[in-house]
C-alpha cells in the first residue's frame, strides 16, 4: 500500500517526537547519573550466590556449583591414569589420551576460579597450572622424552600436594572435609556436604 508504514518505521518517528521534546540540559545532567544506575543495577544482577554469606557458606556455595571436590578427584585420578600408562609402557597415542585428558581437567578447573577465598584461589591455581604442565608435557613426550617426562612427573608431584593443601584449606574453611570422588552419591544422602 502506498504511504503505508512498517512498525519499525513508526517506533522510530516516536523516539525522534519524543527525543526533540526533551530539553538538552536536563538530558546532560541526566546522562552520567543514567549510566551510574543503569551499571549499579546490572552489577547487582551480576552478585553470585558464592558472595553472599559468611566465609563458610561462600566456599561450600563455590564447591558446590563449581563441582570443586569433584575437580580435584578428577585429576587425582588423572594422576593415577598417566603414571599407570607409562609404567606399562602403553603405546604413544594412549599415552598422550590421558595425558591430554589431565591437561584438559586442569584446564576446566582452573575456570572455575576464582574462589570465595584468595588462599584458596592461589592454592588451586598453582595446582592446576602444575596439573596442566604435566599433562602437556607428557603428551609431548608419550614418543619417549625423558626430560619431558620427568618434567611432567614433577608436576605432577607438586600439582597434587598443591590439591591436597587446598583440601585442607576447604576444611579449615568449611569444617567439612570435602568429597573429592567422581561418582555421585545418591539425591539426600546427606555424606557430602558439598553435594548440590
Given at each position: 500500500m502506498p504511504g503505508a508504514r512498517t512498525l519499525r518505521g513508526v517506533a522510530l518517528d516516536e523516539t525522534a517526537r519524543c527525543r526533540d521534546r526533551r530539553p538538552r540540559r536536563r538530558l546532560r545532567r541526566a546522562g552520567p547519573l543514567a549510566v551510574v544506575v543503569a551499571?549499579?543495577?546490572?552489577?547487582?544482577?551480576?552478585?553470585?550466590?558464592?558472595?553472599?554469606g559468611s566465609p563458610a557458606q561462600r566456599v561450600t556455595t563455590w564447591m558446590t556449583s563449581g563441582s570443586g571436590g569433584a575437580t580435584i578427584g578428577e585429576l587425582e585420578v588423572d594422576n593415577r591414569n598417566v603414571?599407570?600408562?607409562?609404567?606399562?609402557?602403553?603405546?604413544?597415542?594412549?599415552?598422550?589420551?590421558?595425558c591430554d585428558l589431565?591437561?584438559?581437567?586442569?584446564?576446566?578447573?582452573?575456570?572455575?576460579?576464582?574462589?570465595?577465598?584468595?588462599?584458596?584461589?592461589?592454592?588451586?591455581d598453582r595446582a592446576y597450572t602444575?596439573?596442566?604442565?604435566a599433562g602437556v608435557e607428557c603428551e609431548q613426550a608419550a614418543g619417549g622424552g625423558r626430560s619431558q617426562l620427568a618434567r611432567s612427573a614433577a608436576n605432577r608431584a607438586a600439582g597434587l600436594a598443591l590439591l591436597e593443601q587446598a583440601v585442607r584449606r576447604v576444611t579449615a574453611i568449611t569444617g567439612h572435609?570435602?568429597?573429592?570422588?567422581t561418582t555421585t552419591l545418591p539425591p539426600g544422602s546427606g555424606s557430602d556436604p558439598f553435594a548440590g
Open positions: 551499571v549499579a543495577v546490572a552489577l547487582a544482577g551480576c552478585t553470585a550466590a558464592e558472595n553472599v603414571a599407570s600408562a607409562l609404567a606399562r609402557h602403553d603405546s604413544p597415542a594412549e599415552v598422550r589420551a590421558v589431565l591437561a584438559t581437567d586442569a584446564a576446566t578447573g582452573h575456570g572455575n576460579l576464582p574462589t570465595p577465598d584468595q588462599q584458596l584461589t592461589e592454592l588451586l602444575h596439573e596442566f604442565d572435609v570435602p568429597s573429592t570422588t
